[in-house]
């Protein structure tokens, strides 16, 4: 399995493009998180599903959309970029039963973006 | 609002020495903890977790202690290695949630 995978490694954008961070599991994981981390900070929620079709925002979801038309992607948007989203992007995935937080997250390596 | 954190930003431990890394939470109702490691460039790596209903648990190397009553978390590495050298996170989850509230991490160093 490759496991989380995400495209591109790194980005550059101007203020108010736009662009889609790409996130893959091939485990098969019902679960899957798109989070930012800034620099020396911890990791912040964006938006989540809990399976193909369903999606829920998290912490911090002012400017970013996301879909999950399947179970293995969950693509995360960004419109109108701005120098606030600068930050590393980490997609994770996991495989929950019934019971909430019995979970591991597995991370994809991460998309590092900056606003110019 | 609700918050994990870390009373250490910076450890630095000798090589072979036993490293122990802390993390207050503030959220009474979670009932699930992992530990993170997160080497330079890289995403999260599970190390270790834990339920609410135990206050210790053992890896291989690593053990994580659980305190409820004061809210508090730590994680123990025993005779630390140069490859131990990263970022590590705690992370709770709140009973019911599907969510996760890192905290802002501890970077442990191992000097040789």
């Known amino acids: 399995n490759a496991g989380v995978t995400q495209t591109p490694k790194f980005r550059i954008l101007k203020i108010g493009q736009s662009m889609t961070l790409q996130c893959t599991q091939d485990?098969?994981?019902?679960?899957m998180y798109w989070y930012r981390q800034d620099p020396g900070m911890g990791l912040k929620l964006i938006y989540y599903?809990?399976?193909?079709?369903?999606?829920d925002k998290g912490e911090v979801p002012n400017g970013y959309n996301v879909s999950r038309s399947t179970t293995e992607d969950f693509p995360l948007r960004l419109e109108l970029a701005a120098p606030s989203q600068t930050s590393v992007y980490f997609c994770?995935?996991?495989?929950?039963?019934?019971?909430?937080?019995?979970?591991?997250?597995?991370f994809g390596p991460g998309t590092r973006l900056t606003v110019l | 609002g609700e918050s994990v954190g870390l009373h250490l930003p910076t450890l630095s431990v000798q090589e072979g020495d036993n490293s122990i890394i802390n993390c207050a939470y503030s959220?009474?109702?979670?009932?699930?903890f992992i530990w993170y490691k997160q080497e330079s460039g890289k995403g999260p790596q599970f190390i270790i977790d834990?339920?609410?209903?135990?206050d210790k648990r053992q890896g291989q190397r690593v053990t994580v202690l659980l305190n409820k009553t004061v809210k508090h978390l730590s994680l123990q590495i025993a005779a630390t290695q140069p490859g131990d050298s990263a970022v590590y996170f705690c992370?709770?989850?709140?009973?019911?949630?599907?969510?996760?509230?890192f905290g802002t991490g501890t970077r442990l160093k191992v000097l040789a």
């Open positions: 994770a995935s996991s495989y929950q039963d019934y019971n909430p937080g019995t979970d591991t997250q597995y």
């Open positions: 485990m098969n994981h019902n679960y």
């Open positions: 599903s809990v399976g193909a079709g369903i999606t």
């Open positions: 959220n009474s109702a979670s009932d699930y």
């Open positions: 834990i339920r609410s209903n135990m």
């Open positions: 992370a709770e989850n709140p009973s019911g949630t599907y969510k996760y509230i």
